[in-house]
């Protein structure tokens, strides 16, 4: 029997919070719904995907399934992204890969929306719904460029509104609605109109291709934006500056991607480890020194070094300023709220 032609794509994104709100959403979801679903909610890599597919089957008459790589997408199912895999869609498939972390994830709402947008165009639906921080900006705004439509829970509702205010803060939605509006705007939609074809923007095609093949090369790179002076917090690789987009993001050579706001994270979060080793070598340091101090030969009565002495105590004034530094990281000149 041929496969049944996918009309509409559904691309769901959400972390904090994200299991209750996915709960609530999918129970409005009509067992017709002309559309195949997918989800990506921020896991940690040891999460058990089965057991949240479970609790998410518990709230639907859809079928749910795991996103397996490979496998064929079918209309009215609801498929989740595996922890520490990346979800993206081509023409008919899925693939799920242990590509680059993106925004610090794995999998990540940018990968999967940015290639549903390069694989479905105007066909693809966006919902971003409650979570910290901006991933998800991107993907959306990759969606919109290409014809789809962009729906974000109300931040008045959402548990963690950051998420759908990162989107409402840099563009214009189709809608801001609560969770119970979503599933009638969805059966509406898709019940009386179709999608027509659109021509997706060359960097979105261009960017979602080089997550697929999880490699890219300078000249690709350098089609998505500036090289900056700026290296990789993952991998200490060279960054290009992409500015067409929504916010400001920077994708390294082996891939993995920033907005701003999560590279100054990661930043901070390099300066802080950076200064913890600092302070544990000089700990070291400062302890060898005290030990070499005392008489070597204490039953032959000889002096303990009391230059050493003098050192170790240099140094526990250092380690003072370096942890006073540790405390007051969050609060360097440029340091976001």
């Given at each position: 029997?041929?496969?049944?032609?996918?009309?509409?794509?559904?691309?769901?994104?959400?972390?904090?919070?994200?299991?209750?709100?996915?709960?609530?959403?999918?129970?409005?979801?009509?067992?017709?719904l002309d559309a195949a679903i997918f989800i990506v909610i921020h896991l940690s890599g040891h999460s058990n995907s089965e057991i949240i597919l479970k609790g998410i089957q518990k709230h639907t008459l859809l079928k749910c399934k795991v996103a397996e790589d490979?496998?064929?997408i079918q209309n009215r199912t609801i498929y989740l992204a595996k922890a520490d895999h990346q979800l993206l869609l081509i023409k008919g498939?899925?693939?799920?890969?242990?590509?680059?972390?993106?925004?610090?994830?794995?999998?990540?709402?940018?990968?999967?929306?940015?290639?549903?947008?390069?694989?479905?165009?105007?066909?693809?639906?966006?919902?971003?719904?409650?979570?910290l921080m901006d991933d998800g900006v991107s993907g959306m705004y990759a969606i919109k460029r290409s014809g789809g439509l962009c729906i974000v829970q109300d931040p008045e509702e959402a548990e963690f509104p950051d998420m759908p205010n990162s989107v409402l803060e840099v563009m214009e939605v189709d809608y801001k609605v609560t969770l119970n509006e979503i599933g009638p705007i969805l059966s509406n939609r898709f019940s009386h109109t179709t999608c027509v074809e659109t021509?997706?923007?060359a960097e979105v095609k261009l960017e979602a291709e080089i997550t697929r093949r999880m490699t890219t090369n300078m000249k690709d790179l350098s089609k998505l934006g500036d090289f900056s002076h700026l290296t990789c917090p993952d991998c200490g690789g060279t960054m290009v500056r992409i500015t067409n987009d929504a916010i400001p993001r920077y994708r390294?050579?082996?891939?993995?991607?920033?907005?701003?706001?999560?590279?100054?994270?990661q930043q901070l979060k390099g300066i802080e480890d950076s200064l913890w080793v600092?302070?544990?070598?000089?700990?070291?340091?400062?302890?060898?020194?005290?030990?070499?101090?005392?008489?070597?030969?204490?039953?032959q009565g000889l002096p303990a070094d009391t230059s050493r002495n003098e050192r170790a105590e240099g140094i526990q004034l250092h380690i003072d300023r370096l942890r006073k530094m540790l405390m007051d990281l969050g609060n360097l000149p440029g340091t976001a709220d």
């Open positions: 029997m041929k496969a049944e032609a996918i009309k509409n794509i559904i691309t769901i994104g959400t972390s904090a919070g994200g299991f209750s709100a996915i709960a609530k959403l999918v129970t409005n979801f009509k067992p017709d490979q496998q064929e498939k899925m693939l799920v890969t242990k590509g680059a972390f993106e925004n610090h994830w794995r999998p990540a709402v940018d990968v999967l929306f940015r290639s549903a947008a390069a694989a479905y165009g105007s066909c693809v639906t966006g919902i971003i719904l409650t979570g021509e997706i923007p390294c050579y082996t891939g993995h991607s920033f907005t701003e706001r999560i590279f100054e994270e600092a302070i544990r070598m000089m700990e070291e340091r400062k302890n060898l020194l005290m030990n070499m101090s005392r008489p070597r030969m204490a039953d």
